[in-house]
């Protein structure tokens, strides 16, 4: 099971972490995901990290303004998201994979969380 948390509201410029938690299956052997859904809109991939944490995988909407980590002892990922824009505002959703790559296509992630949702104001 995969739990995210740390959704909010923030205008433009703010900050947000987003954190999710794993629990059921050995965290370290996954791939996490992040992706996002706007309203009306169909879900977009947004960032990747590897098992160990060593090599990550941005969307250009998020490179630069978006990192991501995990925490295997704890079996937390974890989004921080910086400068936020009003298009930044969706439900975000982590995800798990059990390949050893960091995929952006949805179809590679076997495991859903909740969203999480993020408004950013202007």
């Known amino acids: 099971q995969l739990q995210a948390s740390g959704g909010g509201a923030v205008q433009a410029g703010g900050s947000l972490r987003l954190s999710c938690a794993a629990s059921?299956?050995?965290?370290?052997?996954?791939?996490l995901g992040w992706f996002r859904q706007a309203p009306g809109k169909e879900r977009e991939f947004v960032a990747a990290?590897?098992?160990?944490?060593?090599?990550?995988n941005f969307a250009d909407s998020a490179k630069g303004r978006f990192t991501l980590s995990r925490d295997n002892a704890k079996n937390t990922v974890y989004l921080q998201m910086n400068s936020l824009k009003p298009e930044d505002t969706a439900s975000y959703y982590c995800?798990?994979?059990?390949?050893?790559?960091?995929?952006?296509?949805?179809?590679?992630?076997?495991?859903w969380g909740q969203g999480t949702q993020v408004t950013v104001s202007s």
């Open positions: 990290i590897s098992r160990s944490g060593g090599r990550t």
């Open positions: 059921g299956r050995t965290f370290s052997s996954l791939s």
């Open positions: 995800a798990a994979s059990p390949t050893g790559v960091i995929p952006s296509f949805q179809r590679y992630y076997d495991y």
